[in-house]
């Protein structure tokens, strides 16, 4: 049999890019193999975001391109996979038959059978001497290869006795050293139970579920023995981890997911906390004593109502947990707080970032809390009043960076049903443009905060900047990726100093010039920097000492 080749292109959040990640790996596995370019793929896959409309547009656009391609080539097999998959089901099949498989987010255990098939049925139309199988029209058809989750995406409290066959997945994820250098991302939770009523999550992801606390650690340990150093714990509301043993359900050996209880929140301390239970502050401690190799552990996105202190006390009490926190405000006004069903008022959610810098902001030793968030601009009835409220709060929540997104009404959402869509769309601009403004200004302020300072910073690849150079004087030659960066620069005979990019704990970019002849031992490596120099959003430094004990000190 000839390898199959494929494409797949990811869009949306990191939870996408980790199911990618390991979709990729099971593939990989089969014997596919992965190209850069759709344009000479046996499959082409699309990992969807159902977010916002304009993400879902992206895809549609590549659909409409890949299905000239495939009516020159009717081999070829098209797969949409993910949120959209779940949000337009059979309906996109429908409208685009130039997608054969359909695969919801908690389906893709599935893909590698449904690709299987997919590319049998085209190969069938194809052959000369076999008439098209019942149902397929044309050449152009669909071979309708469906995984969706469907009503049962939201799994009642039977699932704790179901087998959850998705867990396999992140269970079999392949750790190889070339895959992953340096940094990765591992999932605690899945889906979302909360409902804001703006957001498609919870009806394409399905109920919440946390993943046995055991089965994080062991994923992170092979994960730090084959070279990784940096982890980012995923989940929708992250630090609403919890695990409950006694209630555990073990199918075929195999501990299984759990759907967990739901609380009021509102908490200081997970009020379930004890022997047969793993908090969020328990897998956070558990993961930083136990894979002590994980020199940066990291979490998002956080929900303010449920952060407790004994959270806060783990990531001050354990120097390789990270004092950066991405939690996610959506809106200034109480008002709009109320209709998104965020749970929380301005008052409390300001006051957690109070508590939580106290805790945890210490510039003094090097270790300043940065904290990121999301609005949304112009959702139903916003007033100015309430727009001017937001910016306020970027004025007084000072993130380093904030994700800003004009209101995109979404079907199957309780926004879209029951509230009207009535800010005029250049006004939701407008309002976009001004929540951007004030946070760039923000942003370059709290950037300046640093200089001075001497941070700790984690060597990601060459610079973007280096990168271009690099381009053009060795065309072709392809880099491997840290984080997304090149890791490896392309062969260049010249001596000289190369800029170089990594990123504090804190999640800011650091720009540093280092000789070239040091430049690649350093990729994956934490180094102290002084910060003397800012432009924007980055930080420019230079070097104080190469994989710094600072660390170990502090930990006396
Ligand atoms: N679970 C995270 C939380 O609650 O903070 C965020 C997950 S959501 C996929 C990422 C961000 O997309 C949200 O924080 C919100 O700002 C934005 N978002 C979600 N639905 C949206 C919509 N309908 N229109 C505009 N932005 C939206
Ligand atoms: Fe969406 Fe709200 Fe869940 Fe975040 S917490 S994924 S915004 S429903």
């Known amino acids: 049999m000839t390898t199959r080749t494929v494409y797949l292109e990811t869009f949306g959040c990191q939870m996408n890019e980790l199911d990618s990640e390991l979709v990729a790996g099971a593939l990989k596995a089969l014997g596919y193999r992965f190209v850069p370019e759709p344009d000479h793929a046996d499959v082409v896959l699309y990992n969807t975001c159902s977010v916002r409309d304009h993400a879902e547009q992206k895809v549609r656009s590549r659909l409409g391109e890949v299905r000239d391609r495939k ?4 081999h070829v097999v098209v797969g949409v996979l993910g949120c959209m998959a779940e949000r337009d089901g059979e309906d996109l099949i429908r409208r685009m038959p130039v997608v054969d498989v359909l695969c919801g987010p908690g389906e893709l255990d599935k893909l590698p059978a449904l690709l299987d098939n997919a590319v049998r049925t085209r190969e069938a139309i194809l052959a000369d001497d076999a008439p098209p199988p019942p149902g397929l029209r044309g050449l152009s058809a669909s071979a309708r290869e469906i995984a969706l989750q469907g009503g049962a995406s939201r799994r009642s409290g039977t699932l704790a006795a179901a087998q959850d066959n998705l867990e396999l997945l992140d269970l079999s994820r392949s750790v190889s050293p070339t895959d992953h250098r340096g940094t990765a991302y591992v999932r605690i939770t899945r889906g979302c139970n909360k409902f804001c009523t703006y957001c498609v999550v919870p009806h394409t992801r399905g109920a919440e579920v946390h993943r046995p606390p055991d089965h ?7 994960l730090a023995d084959a070279g990784v150093i940096e982890v980012t714990l995923l989940g929708q509301t992250v630090n609403h981890y919890r695990f409950e043993h006694g209630a555990a359900v073990t199918i075929g050996g195999l501990v299984q997911p759990q759907k967990g209880r739901s609380y009021a929140g509102g908490h200081r301390r997970d009020p379930f906390a004890g022997e047969a239970v793993t908090t969020f502050a328990d897998l956070l401690r558990r993961i930083h004593d136990e894979v002590p190799e994980i020199r940066r552990l990291r979490f998002v996105t956080s929900y303010p109502r449920d952060f407790g202190d004994d959270v806060l006390e783990v990531i001050r009490d354990h120097p390789r947990i990270c004092r950066y926190l991405h939690v996610p405000a959506q809106s200034g006004s109480d008002r709009m707080l109320e209709r998104m069903n965020r749970g929380y008022t301005v008052g409390e ?4 970032l109070d508590r939580a810098r106290a805790y945890l902001h210490q510039p003094e030793i090097g270790r300043p809390l940065t904290l990121a968030g999301d609005m949304i601009a112009g959702f139903c009835g916003e007033t100015e ?7 306020a709060l970027l004025e007084r929540a000072r993130y380093k960076n904030a994700f800003i997104f004009k209101y995109s009404p979404r079907p199957g959402t309780t926004a879209f049903d029951r509230l009207i869509d009535d800010v005029p769309d250049e006004v939701k601009r407008r309002r976009n443009n001004e929540l951007l403004a004030a946070q760039s200004r923000i942003s370059e302020e709290v950037s300046r905060e640093m200089l001075g300072s001497t941070l700790e910073v984690m060597v990601e690849g060459f610079s973007e900047r280096q ?7 060795a065309a072709g030659v392809v880099g491997l990726t840290v984080g997304g960066r090149s890791a490896v620069e392309p062969e260049r005979p010249e001596s000289g100093s190369v800029q170089m990019t990594g990123r504090t704990e804190g999640d800011l970019i650091v720009h540093f010039d280092v000789d070239r002849s040091e430049s690649k031992q350093m990729v994956g490596s934490i180094v102290l920097m002084r910060v003397d120099g800012v432009s924007g959003l980055s930080l420019f430094g230079s070097m104080i000492d190469v994989d710094s004990p600072a660390r170990v000190v502090r930990e006396h």
């Open 71 to 74: 009516m020159r080539e009717p």
């Open 216 to 222: 994080i650690v062991e994923e992170c340990r092979r």
């Open 349 to 352: 959610y300001l006051e957690f």
């Open 385 to 391: 009043e309430d727009h001017r409220a937001s910016v």
């Open 467 to 473: 990168r271009k150079r690099s381009e053009s004087a």
